[in-house]
């Protein structure tokens, strides 16, 4: 039985492998052949050894009942959607809520699940299998699992160089696309980390317990109301001010747009906390947002009235010590459709939320943004501009000029829901000093390099899925109380910037003294006054 499952994963659910492979190495010799025929050895060997351990009785049919009906779906997600599974990957999986989940579950997806899992697994259950008594099985178990690795590694030897070059060189892919282990592994270290996570809950790392506002606070004369709105799977490639596009709704003055700007990860579970977290990218690890306090923290411990408004999936563990609201159908019936609201419910009464706050105020807009695959669910019909449109979450309906123009439809809305924030704004001009900054958490693929959605390791991921549009805008009243030079700002737009200098900036915009603050980070040190 081992060994029929490991043919069954070397040739059909490890098709991924090979795709990687005949796309690194060209096999046009016979030596060439050759090396295909070791390498396939190779994988079987391994496949062999893992699947021969649990070759008990009452156990070897439940686990590979199990393995099959998750390869099943695995290999849907890796070829379908050229997904990579690592613990990044199964934390999106495992964290993400229930109406993003069964927007993935499409006809081809059931197919597979059908035809490569719950038909193999049918077969496994009517066939006997003869076991014999526990020790001699384990024996067997051992011997057949040490042969098959010792096999795997003769076979390799006399390859070595060869080999070893294309897995170094495709290190990540291989890795991310090997199934059963791949997502086995992922999903173990996902756990692992989150058994941690109930300790460090318990008491976080201050970042700075004597953070208040600025000296300079005494002479502004209005409130502060600053929006930092997060985006939603925009990629930078796709924004009217990126490309020059004439169809975009930012042509507001007072804006600064950040063109060559790049995000700590490729989903939402890294970046979002990311962006709210003193440490750069290098230093930044999942769940560090449970460790220490960030700048949401800071803003509340200098006095700030502190919000974060989700349309989304919440606030990947930020919100500790603030308030997360949510829309709710009853309040916002106008934007709710599908049970999802339209991002425009975070916006739409903004500035009356304001006016009814007191004292200075911080307020985080989370977007549903451009999240796919269903796109066309994300905004209003008006908004569906560009034909052919892709109205289905089953991107294999669909053509990929379908799929990237109902994309770029979204990030249109994005662009109007962020004119409208502004637009509030600049309505509380004789009130408050307001300011506004928009970054996304990341970008998309939509088909390039057979490409779709995000989350692909961000060594390897393409300029699509990291480089993400970012601005700055600015009541005059703002900029004039800050001695903040706008044409300076706009010198530096096309420098290159991160989620790195997201916190610092914030921290500067709220005018916060801390010794969490680092000026070489902060977008606007250059350009202020004092």
């Not at 081992?2 to 069954?8: G, T, Y």
């Not at 156990?59 to 998750?70: A, E, N, T």
């Not at 964290?95 to 697994?121: C, H, K, N, Q």
């Not at 900036?505 to 010794?515: N, Y």
Request: one cysteine or more; aromatic letters at 14%.
């Amino acid at each position: 039985m081992s060994i029929i499952v490991a043919l069954l994963f070397v040739f059909i659910y490890n098709h991924k492998i090979w795709s990687i492979y005949f796309t690194a190495r060209d096999v046009n010799s016979l030596y060439a052949v050759f090396e295909l025929m070791t390498f396939g050895l190779f994988v079987f060997f391994l496949l062999l050894a893992l699947f021969s351990v649990f070759a008990f009785k009452r156990v070897q049919k439940v686990i590979l009942i199990f393995v099959f009906m998750s390869g099943a779906i695995a290999m849907y997600f890796s070829n379908a959607l050229n997904v990579y599974f690592d613990t990044d990957m199964i934390a999106n999986i495992f964290e993400t809520d229930y109406r993003e989940a069964t927007e993935l579950i499409v006809r081809p997806l059931l197919l597979y699940i059908f035809i490569l899992g719950i038909l193999p697994s049918i077969l496994i259950l009517w066939v006997d299998i003869d076991y014999a008594r526990f020790r001699k099985q384990a024996l067997h178990n051992v011997l057949m699992a040490a042969g098959s690795l010792s096999a795997a590694v003769l076979i390799a030897l006399p390859h070595y160089a060869s080999h070893s070059s294309f897995v170094r060189s495709n290190n990540i892919a291989l890795l991310g696309s090997f199934l059963p282990s791949s997502y086995i592994k992922a999903s173990y270290s996902y756990a692992k980390k989150q058994w941690v996570l109930p300790a460090s809950h318990q008491e976080r790392i201050s970042l700075d317990e004597s953070a208040v506002k600025n000296p300079r606070w005494n002479a502004y004369k209005k409130p502060l109301a600053l929006v930092v709105i997060v985006g939603e799977t925009a990629r930078a490639e796709s924004f009217s001010l990126q490309n020059g596009s004439t169809e975009g709704y930012l042509s507001q003055n007072n804006l600064v747009y950040f063109s060559n700007f790049n995000s700590c990860g490729t989903s939402t579970v890294i970046s979002v906390p990311c962006m709210f977290m003193t440490e750069i990218k290098s230093e930044y690890k999942r769940n560090l947002q449970y460790q220490y306090e960030n700048i949401l923290d800071l803003a509340l411990k200098s006095g700030f009235s502190t919000h974060w408004f989700d349309n989304l999936n919440g606030c990947k563990g930020l919100c500790q010590n603030v308030a997360e609201e949510r829309p709710k159908p009853e309040d916002n019936p106008l934007f709710f459709h599908d049970e999802q609201f339209y991002d425009e419910v975070l916006v739409d009464k903004l500035d009356e939320r304001i006016k009814s706050t007191q004292g200075d105020q911080l307020w985080v807009l989370h977007q549903m943004g451009s999240h796919g695959p269903a796109y066309y669910k994300r905004i209003p019909e008006r908004f569906i501009q560009h034909q052919p449109a892709c109205l289905t979450e089953d991107f294999s309906q669909c053509t990929q000029e379908a799929i990237r123009n109902t994309y770029t439809d979204t990030v249109l809305y994005s662009e109007y829901v962020i004119s409208q924030a502004i637009n509030k704004l600049e309505s509380l001009k004789d009130t408050h000093d307001t300011a506004l900054i928009y970054v996304s958490d990341h970008g998309e693929s939509t088909g390039e390099m057979g490409l779709y959605l995000h989350g692909i390791p961000w060594m390897l991921a393409p300029d699509q899925q990291t480089h993400v549009p970012a601005l700055l805008w600015f009541s005059d009243s703002y900029l004039k109380s800050r001695d903040l030079d706008l044409q300076c700002l706009a010198s530096n737009s096309d420098n290159l910037y991160s989620h790195d200098n997201m916190s610092h900036t914030i921290l500067s915009l709220l005018d916060i003294k801390t010794t969490a603050y680092q000026a070489n980070l902060d977008l606007l040190s250059p350009c202020r006054a004092g």
